[in-house]
C-alpha cells in the first residue's frame, strides 16, 4: 500500500497547488482573462496530472500493487468529487467549451481562449508528471519509467467501435451536464462524478472513457498502435458528435447555429385570457333600475297615490 499513499500524496499536492494558482490569478488577473485562460489552464493541469497518476494505477496497479476495480473506482469516483468542486467553474474540456458557444453563452473569442488553456495546461500537466515519475518513490514508478518509451495505446478495440464508444459516453456526459446545469453543487458534482465512474467502469476496457478531446490527445496519441487519424476519429470525432447529439435531443436545436426547433414544438407558457365579446349597436344595457319591475303596492319616494277619480 505504500505506493498508493505516494500517490495520494500526489493527488493532494496536485490540488493544493492548482487551487493555489487559481486563487492567486484570480486575486491579480481580470475577472474576463481569469475565466477564459486562468481558470481553464488550472483545471486542465489538474485534471491531466490527475488522470495520468490514475492510468497508471490502472494499468500496474491490479498485478504491481495489488489494487482491486473496487479501490480503483472508489479512488476515481472521489478524485472527481474533488474535482467538482474545486474547478470554479472551469469544464477542462474542449467539447464543454464547444458546447456553450453551440448554446450561444460563450463568444469565439472567449471559446478560442479556453481551447488554448485547455491544451497549455494539459501539456504542463504531462511534463509535471513525468518528471515526478521521473523521482522513482516507488516500484509503480520505476515500471512506469521502464514502460514509458513503450506505452500502450489506450485504444483496445476496432475504430468505429471505438469512436461508438466514445460518442456514446459523451452524449450521457453532456446529457447529465445540461439537465443538472441549474441545480446545486451538492447534487450535481455527486451525480457527474458517479456518471463518469460507471461510464469508466463499462467503457474503460476500450478506450479508457476520455470523453475528453484534449486529455486523449496528451495521454495516448503518442503511443504506438494506432494512426494519428484514427485516435482523431475515436477522441475527437467521436466526443464532438456525442456533445452535439446531446444538445439537440436536449434543447431541440442549436441556438448558435439555428433557432428553429426541430424536435419539439414552442408552446407559450403564457395564456391569453379569453375576453367578453364586445356589444354589439343593436345591444343596450339598461340600468339596473330601469330593469327591476316594481312590486305591486310599492311607490317611490316622493310620490303621491294617485286618487281615484
Known sequence: MAGLNVSLCFFFA?????????????????????????????GAAQLGACCLEMRMLVELGPWAGGFGPDLLLTLLFL????????????SANPAVSLQELLLAEASLLGTLLKLAAQGLGMQAACILTRLYWSWELNDLHVLQNLMAEHCSSALSTTVPHGTLVEGACAFFFHLALLRFRNSLPIYRVPAVALLVTVMAYTAGPFTSAFFNPTLAASVTFHCSGHTLLEYAQVYWLGPLTGMVLAVLLYHGHLPCLFQRNLFYSQKSKYRVPRGKPAPGPGDTQMPAEGCRGREPGRRGVGQQPRSSS
Open 14 to 42: 496536485t490540488f493544493a497547488l492548482c487551487q493555489a494558482a487559481r486563487r492567486v490569478s484570480k486575486a491579480l488577473l481580470p475577472a474576463g482573462a481569469y475565466a477564459s485562460f486562468a481558470r481553464e489552464a488550472a
Open 79 to 90: 478524485l472527481f468529487l474533488v474535482h467538482g468542486a474545486t474547478f470554479d467553474g472551469a
